[in-house]
C-alpha cells in the first residue's frame, strides 16, 4: 500500500521562505504590508512545494469565495435544449475562469426552487450573481437584494418600473426587431405576422415592440404569441394562418419558433421565400444555417453578452446601470 504523501502547510512554507506564518498568509490572500523581496520568496516556496491554499480558511481571511452563482430562471429541461443557454453560459465561464472564479449554477422551475435559491445566496456562499431569462413577476430580484449581493442581469428589468439602479447587459431588440420588419417591407411584403416570444420577459416585449414601431396599427389578428421554443413557433404559426391565410412574411422572435414555423409553412405547402418570406431573431448558428432554407434573422452576440456580465460583475461590483449591444441582420435564403 502507498504511502499518502502529507499536504504542504502554511508552516512548510513559511519555513522554506524563512518568515512567518502571518507574511505566507499575506501573500496568498494578495494582501498589501508585504515588501517584494520576501513576497517572492513565499511565492518561490509555494511553487516548490506545490502549497495549494485551504479555500475555506483563506475565505475566513478574505471574506471572498471566488464563486460566482449563475441564476438561469429555466426548467432544466429547457436550459439544457436550448443552445441560447449553452451560448450564454459559455461567455460566462470562459471570463470567470480568467479569472480565477468558480460558476455555480443554479436553476429555478417553481416557487420551492426560488425559496432553496434564496437560502443558498443568503448563506454567503458566493461573491456575486448573474441572472438571465428572468421573468416578469419572477421573485429571484427581491431575494437576490435582500441578500444583499452584486448582482448583473441579463436582459432589460421590468421590475422596478424601469427606475434604474440595476446593473443589467442586453441586446437592442427593440432595433433588431425594427430591422427585420423593415427588410420584409423592402422584399415588397405586405401582410406581415409577428410571432411573439413569452409576454412575461422583457426581450419578447422589446421585439414586439419594434414590430409595432414599424408595422404601426398592424392587425392584431397577424401577431400570435409563442414561447421561445420550436413547438410554441409551430403552434403560433398555424395561428396565424388560420387567421389570414394570405400572410407573405413572418418575423419570428428567436430562431427556435422560426423553424418550427418553416416546418408549418411547409406542411401547408407555402414555398419560402417565394410565398412566404422568414426571419428569425438570435443567429444561432447550429439552427439558422441548417433550416430549409437557411434563415435571415437578426444577429445578437449570446456569449459576448455572457462574457460582459461576468465582466461587469468583477471589475467594477455591478455598478447601477445598463449596456446595450447591437444587433446586425445576417441575410439568408429565407427571406
Given at each position: 500500500m502507498t504511502d499518502t504523501v502529507p499536504r504542504p502547510?502554511?508552516?512548510a512554507v513559511a519555513a522554506r521562505a524563512g518568515v512567518s506564518r502571518a507574511t505566507v498568509s499575506r501573500v496568498v490572500n494578495g494582501s498589501d504590508g508585504v515588501r517584494e523581496p520576501l513576497a517572492e520568496r513565499v511565492r518561490r516556496a509555494v511553487d516548490e512545494l506545490?502549497?495549494?491554499?485551504n479555500q475555506a480558511a483563506r475565505s475566513l481571511v478574505t471574506?471572498?469565495?471566488?464563486?460566482?452563482?449563475?441564476i438561469v430562471a429555466e426548467p432544466e429541461t429547457?436550459?439544457?435544449?436550448?443552445?441560447?443557454?449553452?451560448?450564454q453560459l459559455r461567455g460566462i465561464s470562459k471570463e470567470l475562469t480568467a479569472h480565477d472564479n468558480q460558476l455555480v449554477l443554479l436553476l429555478t422551475e417553481d416557487r420551492d426552487d426560488h425559496a432553496r435559491v434564496g437560502r443558498y445566496l443568503a448563506g454567503g456562499h458566493v461573491d456575486g450573481a448573474l441572472v438571465f431569462s428572468l421573468h416578469i413577476d419572477d421573485p429571484l430580484p427581491q431575494l437576490i437584494q435582500r441578500a444583499g449581493l452584486p448582482t448583473v442581469y441579463g436582459g432589460r428589468p421590468d421590475w422596478n418600473g424601469g427606475q434604474g439602479g440595476v446593473a443589467y447587459v442586453d441586446s437592442d431588440n427593440r432595433g433588431g426587431a425594427r430591422d427585420a420588419v423593415r427588410h420584409l417591407l423592402g422584399l415588397g411584403r405586405e401582410r406581415l405576422a409577428h410571432i411573439t416570444g413569452a409576454l412575461d420577459q422583457t426581450a419578447a416585449v422589446d421585439r414586439l415592440d419594434g414590430f409595432r414601431d414599424v408595422m404601426g396599427d398592424a392587425d392584431p389578428l397577424l401577431v400570435a404569441e409563442g414561447d421561445f421554443t420550436p413547438g410554441g413557433g409551430e403552434r403560433a404559426m398555424r395561428l396565424l394562418l388560420e387567421r389570414c391565410p394570405s400572410l407573405d412574411a413572418v418575423f419570428a422572435a428567436n430562431d427556435l419558433m422560426a423553424a418550427g414555423a418553416l416546418r408549418v409553412l411547409r406542411e401547408h405547402g407555402r414555398r419560402v421565400p417565394d410565398d412566404v418570406a422568414v426571419v428569425g431573431f438570435d443567429d444561432m448558428l447550429p439552427v439558422a444555417e441548417q433550416t430549409d432554407p437557411p434563415l435571415t434573422t437578426v444577429r445578437q452576440d449570446i456569449e459576448e453578452m455572457g462574457r460582459l456580465m461576468a465582466r461587469r460583475l468583477l471589475d467594477d461590483g455591478a455598478e447601477p446601470d445598463g449596456l446595450i449591444l447591437p444587433t446586425m441582420l445576417v441575410r439568408r435564403a429565407s427571406a
Amino acid at each position: 500500500m502507498t504511502d499518502t504523501v502529507p499536504r504542504p502547510t502554511l508552516e512548510a512554507v513559511a519555513a522554506r521562505a524563512g518568515v512567518s506564518r502571518a507574511t505566507v498568509s499575506r501573500v496568498v490572500n494578495g494582501s498589501d504590508g508585504v515588501r517584494e523581496p520576501l513576497a517572492e520568496r513565499v511565492r518561490r516556496a509555494v511553487d516548490e512545494l506545490g502549497y495549494v491554499p485551504n479555500q475555506a480558511a483563506r475565505s475566513l481571511v478574505t471574506k471572498r469565495h471566488d464563486a460566482i452563482a449563475v441564476i438561469v430562471a429555466e426548467p432544466e429541461t429547457r436550459v439544457f435544449a436550448d443552445p441560447f443557454f449553452a451560448r450564454q453560459l459559455r461567455g460566462i465561464s470562459k471570463e470567470l475562469t480568467a479569472h480565477d472564479n468558480q460558476l455555480v449554477l443554479l436553476l429555478t422551475e417553481d416557487r420551492d426552487d426560488h425559496a432553496r435559491v434564496g437560502r443558498y445566496l443568503a448563506g454567503g456562499h458566493v461573491d456575486g450573481a448573474l441572472v438571465f431569462s428572468l421573468h416578469i413577476d419572477d421573485p429571484l430580484p427581491q431575494l437576490i437584494q435582500r441578500a444583499g449581493l452584486p448582482t448583473v442581469y441579463g436582459g432589460r428589468p421590468d421590475w422596478n418600473g424601469g427606475q434604474g439602479g440595476v446593473a443589467y447587459v442586453d441586446s437592442d431588440n427593440r432595433g433588431g426587431a425594427r430591422d427585420a420588419v423593415r427588410h420584409l417591407l423592402g422584399l415588397g411584403r405586405e401582410r406581415l405576422a409577428h410571432i411573439t416570444g413569452a409576454l412575461d420577459q422583457t426581450a419578447a416585449v422589446d421585439r414586439l415592440d419594434g414590430f409595432r414601431d414599424v408595422m404601426g396599427d398592424a392587425d392584431p389578428l397577424l401577431v400570435a404569441e409563442g414561447d421561445f421554443t420550436p413547438g410554441g413557433g409551430e403552434r403560433a404559426m398555424r395561428l396565424l394562418l388560420e387567421r389570414c391565410p394570405s400572410l407573405d412574411a413572418v418575423f419570428a422572435a428567436n430562431d427556435l419558433m422560426a423553424a418550427g414555423a418553416l416546418r408549418v409553412l411547409r406542411e401547408h405547402g407555402r414555398r419560402v421565400p417565394d410565398d412566404v418570406a422568414v426571419v428569425g431573431f438570435d443567429d444561432m448558428l447550429p439552427v439558422a444555417e441548417q433550416t430549409d432554407p437557411p434563415l435571415t434573422t437578426v444577429r445578437q452576440d449570446i456569449e459576448e453578452m455572457g462574457r460582459l456580465m461576468a465582466r461587469r460583475l468583477l471589475d467594477d461590483g455591478a455598478e447601477p446601470d445598463g449596456l446595450i449591444l447591437p444587433t446586425m441582420l445576417v441575410r439568408r435564403a429565407s427571406a
